[in-house]
């Protein structure tokens, strides 16, 4: 069964910190994206990787970074994190061919 | 900038109601849309269209996609309070391969 893991489903963080979401695949997929989902907006593209080490800016990058050292991690890291950073994020993967996505359970960021 | 955008965004039906959703996109090198159900947790994949695919039925769930309009519809026929959800219309393609951008999502709900 294909899985995708998000470390954490709860998070809230202080202005200014820094903060590391975690995600790992288990399916061998190429490619990984991180999505953040807002009322009224619908999932937004922050970044998504095609390879290891490999990236590409999505619609909404400000602010954001991201790793993916190995095939199954896609980390994102929010610099310095700010309040209207509070959202939910998800992320997924998909082989690329076909072009499903796969998407762990989110996780809901709080940055008070 | 590609774009897919739902309609409409909120529905509130009766049981055994039929519903129908829409998505349009513009979008570069068009490839595939997807439709997805998110109910508390991920969204889970429906169907995926093509120009080589473009009427999907699953049950009670339907959709088709039109590439001279560049939409899709997603049909619900005798609706169940278990279809409540975000449906979310996502189309694969743009300047990156593997990439999907999403709407909005259409929030739906079925009352008893």
């Known amino acids: 069964d294909v899985k995708v893991t998000q470390s954490s489903r709860y998070l809230v963080k202080r202005t200014g910190e820094k903060v590391f979401l975690e995600c790992v695949q288990d399916?061998?997929?190429?490619?990984m994206f991180w999505y953040r989902q807002d009322p009224g907006l619908g999932l937004r593209l922050i970044y998504f990787s095609y390879d290891v080490k490999m990236k590409e800016k999505g619609d909404i990058p400000e602010g954001y970074s991201v790793s993916r050292e190995k095939k199954e991690r896609f980390s994102l890291i929010l610099e310095s994190a700010s309040t209207n950073q509070t959202s939910m994020y998800l992320c997924?993967?998909?082989?690329?061919?076909?072009?499903?996505?796969?998407f762990g359970q989110g996780t809901r960021l709080t940055v008070v | 900038e590609d774009k897919v955008v739902q309609s409409p965004l909120s529905l509130v039906v009766h049981e055994g109601d039929t519903v129908t959703l829409n998505c349009s996109y513009e979008v570069t090198n068009f490839r595939s849309l997807l439709w997805y159900k998110q109910e508390k947790k991920a969204p889970t994949f429906l169907f995926m269209l093509t120009s080589s695919g473009i009427e999907k039925k699953s049950g009670r769930l339907s959709s088709i996609l039109d590439k001279k309009e560049l939409s899709s519809i997603l049909n619900i026929t005798a609706t169940q309070t278990g279809d409540s959800a975000i449906y979310l219309c996502?189309?694969?393609?743009?300047?990156?391969?593997?990439?999907?951008?999403f709407g909005q999502g259409t929030i739906l709900t079925v009352h008893p």
């Open positions: 997924a993967s998909s082989l690329g061919t076909p072009p499903e996505a796969f």
């Open positions: 399916m061998d997929h190429e490619n």
């Open positions: 996502a189309v694969g393609g743009g300047t990156s391969y593997g990439k999907l951008t």
